[in-house]
């Protein structure tokens, strides 16, 4: 496509509750970002793959976090056993690699209750 | 430990002068900068870049200047028009494994009224 897709783009879930969010990347982008925005905070990185190796994880902020790119395209995060502090923006970027510009998804606005 | 800081959380311009966006950050290893713009619901849009080797790049409207001394950097918008009105995230990187981790500040709400 022409852009970086996310589904949903919104997503109520109760606490406890696991999620999965989806990023469709820029077809042939080999870096992927993941990124989770707080209200009224900046972009905070997750974790980052390189086709389908996860090479950077250090910002998942507990083990209940897990992405995955299976093959090197689509990517999926998941949080499982969701609390109310997961509640933020889940933002998507790639980018052919390197210096090259990140493209941003529009994001997936999460609500846990 | 905020290593990258945008003090003014919004400002207001008139259309037609100069919009000034400031950023502050703390770690001299980062080399690269950048700027991008966010419209409500959507995701961030890269705006304009710079390397730790330039002091200044313009593109447009748009100029970024960056002091490596004070490790401050601005966006300077001229002359400001009603679309620009957004959120400006300012971002800072260093390149690892391949690839550039951003380190965003909070952002600064820009309003320009007519």
């Known amino acids: ?113 | 430990d905020q290593q990258v800081k945008q003090n003014s959380p919004s400002l207001s311009v008139q259309e037609g002068r100069i919009s000034i966006l400031n950023c502050d950050y703390t770690n001299s290893m980062f080399d690269y900068f950048l700027w991008y713009k966010k419209y409500p619901a959507e995701g961030p849009t890269f705006l304009i870049s710079i390397s730790s080797i330039k002091d200044k790049n313009e593109d447009g409207r748009f100029t970024v200047f960056l002091n490596k001394s004070a490790k401050h950097l601005s966006l300077h918008i001229v002359p400001s028009q009603p679309g620009d009105s957004a959120v400006y995230f300012c971002a800072a990187s260093v390149l690892n494994q391949g690839a550039q981790k951003l380190v965003f500040g909070q952002g600064t709400r820009l309003t320009i009224n007519p």
Do not use: M
């Open chain 1, 1 to 113: 496509g022409a852009g970086v897709s996310q589904s949903p783009r919104y997503k109520v879930a109760k606490r406890g509750q696991d999620v999965a969010l989806r990023c469709d990347p820029i077809s042939g982008h080999v870096s992927l970002f993941w990124y989770q925005q707080a209200l009224g905070q900046g972009p905070e990185f997750l974790t980052y793959f390189q086709n389908e190796a996860q090479l950077d994880k250090s910002g998942l902020p507990s083990d209940r976090f897990f992405a995955e790119r299976p093959e090197g395209s689509v990517s999926t995060l998941k949080i499982q056993r969701t609390q109310q502090e997961d509640s933020a923006v889940y933002l998507c970027a790639s980018l052919r690699g390197g210096r090259e510009t990140q493209y941003f998804g529009p994001g997936t606005r999460l609500l846990v209750l």
